[in-house]
């Protein structure tokens, strides 16, 4: 169990914060972390209100992870770079087809919900861009891509 201890030493109180366990039959100290005294202690925890809230937030990155890794191995992004040179504004053709390829892997997805999706998952961690993720942005890119140009890639 772990407790809180006052050792005096010279006259003077300092805090500890200990952990007791069974050892052999008898219960000893296995752990100990000094935290100063009372002063230290309440000068910390008004120095602690001032510092800023950190949020953390997790993503899955396992299914994006090989699913980029299969990308670059088949050299995707290279591929439709040949056939569709194009660039619009941002992203080319091949990082509009390769996420959304890796978003639908999450499930269901149209293009206008695009952007809400991105903005929760793994690629935003990753990439940047100036632009929205807007439908017709897809629009815009996806007309590099026809039927001939796909049989290409």
Same mark, same amino acid.
């Given at each position: 169990m772990v407790f809180l201890e006052k050792k005096k030493k010279k006259g003077r109180i300092y805090w500890y914060v200990t952990e *007791?366990?069974?050892?052999?039959?008898v219960v000893r100290r296995t752990w100990q972390e000094y935290l100063g005294t009372a002063e230290k202690?309440?000068?910390c925890v008004k120095q602690s209100k001032d510092l800023p809230h950190i949020k953390l937030k997790s993503f899955q990155y396992g299914k994006t992870a090989a699913l980029l890794a299969v990308s670059?191995?088949?050299?995707?992004i290279d591929i439709v770079? *040949?056939?569709t040179n194009k660039k619009i504004e941002g992203l080319t053709a091949d990082e509009y087809l390769l996420l959304n390829i890796i978003g639908r892997d999450d499930g269901a997805l149209s293009e206008n919900s695009m952007q809400t999706w991105f903005n929760k998952s793994t690629p935003s961690t990753l990439w940047k861009f100036p632009h929205q993720l807007s439908c017709q942005n897809f629009l815009n890119?996806?007309?590099y891509v026809d039927q001939e140009t796909s049989r290409k890639i």
């Open positions: *007791r366990k069974m050892v052999n039959g202690i309440r000068e670059d191995e088949l050299n995707f770079n *040949r056939h890119h996806y007309k």
